[in-house]
């Protein structure tokens, strides 16, 4: 057979299975699919603005084909609420492109696994034993030593006498505290020491990680299309290479706690640790504990801080709300002390400063896609067995409809109303709902919270000089997660005595 009879058999194929499925399923409207590649080419980069965009014209239930994938995008709460809640059962396998399926050992971990006895064990084992407020609470100092580490790196900088009344670069201060903090609460380990110089498992930890990234990135247009994967293989030498290397770096640090523990006669609380006493319990394979170690790497290094670059960025837009927070921290904290978490139960105005910034930039705009493995009715259309499903958790939270004013920067409307950010109100999802809503929220709104809280209590931040608020450039980047466009630079003034930007190391 030659190749142009080949291919029109195959565009045959699929125009009649989408004609299918339109005569069969009565399936949400959406912009026009062409043959083949559906409507990967019509898809602008930033995929939740375009979405919403098409959202306006389609409404708030949309289809749109990558490749022959059907993938269903809903944009409000009660249609969120639909597929979270009332059809969660139904709806809450992954689909794992091909990269995914390899990292993850074809879902032996908790983000890629399906739904079932699998997922529904390594579930409990973050719910009840990783997550649990008890062990939040023992590594309470981890989390507070490292954001100090980062207030005193800021005062260093900007007290310099070449910074003084320059701009600071915040996004890495904020990584560098986001990189400390998970890796220290995974796996126990601070790989850079005090002068900033990361030490030779660190190195190799970072280039795992960017080589992961690497290869997740390398395989775009033909998981769409799959028909086409012959002309673009998978590098099964370069993931299993990658996949190695990665478990090699895993074991060693696993090993070391073995060792310490023996020698201890107990076990930290770091995540390796609780993983590796709890694996007869809950039989857990090395490749699940070697998978949830890495969750909590991809899920909590970027999001913490993307989450608070977006809120400085607002912050520095919006210096009343700036003040205002500050007013609250100076009058329940003084000025001779600084912030913990166990102070944020009487900031209620820095909560409401966090959770704002939560709804208007949520790190991960769209969530990661829900497979159906049934036939399901959503919105009153068919959405059928096999087809991905996306709530957009950014237009959900910018829904004029409930939202007032939803573009406006203002943590006053959480004093308005109370709205739950963990899963339970469909209006506020950053985290997700439902089976898989995420485990560690609390985690992430204690770092988020406490970051801001330091940042604010121990600085006064503006913009550049020459640079009006409005001016701050808002726009994101494309990809799963929203970096901003252009990383905001602000100029920080330190409010507090000098001794209180000393960090004091915490060894645990």
């Avoid at 399926?101 to 390594?122: M, N, T």
Wanted: a neutral charge.
């Amino acid at each position: 057979m030659d190749l142009s009879l080949l291919f029109t058999s195959i565009f045959i194929i699929i125009l009649s299975y989408k004609l299918y499925q339109r005569l069969r399923f009565k399936l949400p409207p959406g912009p026009r699919a062409w043959p083949v590649v559906g409507n990967l080419y019509d898809v602008k980069p930033v995929r939740f603005r375009c979405y919403e965009e098409w959202s306006q014209s389609y409404g708030p239930i949309i289809s749109v084909w990558f490749g022959s994938t059907l993938n269903v995008i809903v944009s409000n709460s009660e249609l969120a609420k639909e597929v979270l809640k009332q059809n969660d059962q139904h709806l809450a396998d992954r689909h794992r492109s091909r990269s995914a399926a390899k990292f993850s050992r074809e879902g032996q971990d908790l983000i890629w696994a399906d739904y079932g006895p699998h997922y529904v064990k390594v579930r409990k084992v973050c719910t009840l034993e990783l997550f649990s407020p008890k062990r939040l609470e023992s590594l309470r100092p981890i989390r507070e030593d490292e954001v100090t580490a980062m207030v005193e790196s800021i005062y260093k900088d900007c007290t310099s006498p070449d910074n003084l009344g320059k701009s600071l670069l915040v996004k890495k201060y904020l990584g560098t505290v986001a990189f400390n903090n998970i890796t220290r609460l995974a796996f126990g380990k601070r790989f850079v020491n005090d002068e900033g110089v990361m030490d030779e498992q660190g190195l190799e930890f970072k280039a795992v990680v960017a080589n992961g990234l690497k290869l997740g990135a390398s395989l775009a247009m033909a998981e769409h299309i799959p028909w086409l994967r012959w002309m673009f293989p998978l590098e099964e030498e370069a993931f299993a290479k990658h996949g190695a290397r990665r478990d090699r770096l895993t074991r060693a640090i696993m090993e070391e706690h073995t060792l310490a523990r023996q020698k201890s006669g107990g076990a930290k609380q770091h995540f390796v640790d609780a993983l590796l006493t709890l694996q007869d319990k809950y039989d857990l394979s090395e490749d699940t504990i070697i998978g949830l170690l890495w969750d909590m790497i991809t899920a909590g290094m970027d999001t913490t801080a993307i989450s608070v670059e977006w809120a400085m960025a607002e912050l520095i837009k919006n210096p009343r709300v700036q003040q205002k927070a500050q007013e609250e921290m100076d009058r329940v904290i003084g000025f001779e002390r600084v912030i913990t978490e166990s102070d944020f139960s009487n900031l209620p105005y820095l909560q409401s400063v966090a959770k704002e910034a939560l709804r208007l930039h949520p790190p991960t705009p769209l969530m990661l896609p829900h497979r159906a493995n049934a036939n399901v009715k959503v919105g009153g259309y068919d959405i059928p067995k096999g087809s991905n499903v996306h709530v957009n958790v950014w237009a959900v939270a910018h829904d004029p409809a409930v939202w007032k004013n939803p573009s406006e920067f203002r943590p006053e409307r959480f004093f308005e109303e109370d709205v739950d950010m963990k899963g339970h109100d469909f209006r506020l999802l950053p985290f997700g709902a439902g089976r898989r809503v995420c485990p560690g929220a609390q985690l992430g709104i204690n770092l988020v919270t406490s970051m801001l809280g330091h940042l604010l209590h121990h600085f006064s931040w503006a913009p550049p000089n020459g640079l009006k608020p409005e001016d701050i450039d808002m726009g994101e980047n494309p990809g799963l997660v929203t970096y901003m466009r252009s990383p905001v630079q602000a100029v920080p003034t330190p409010r507090l005595p000098s001794h209180l930007y000393k960090r004091v190391a915490v060894d645990m």
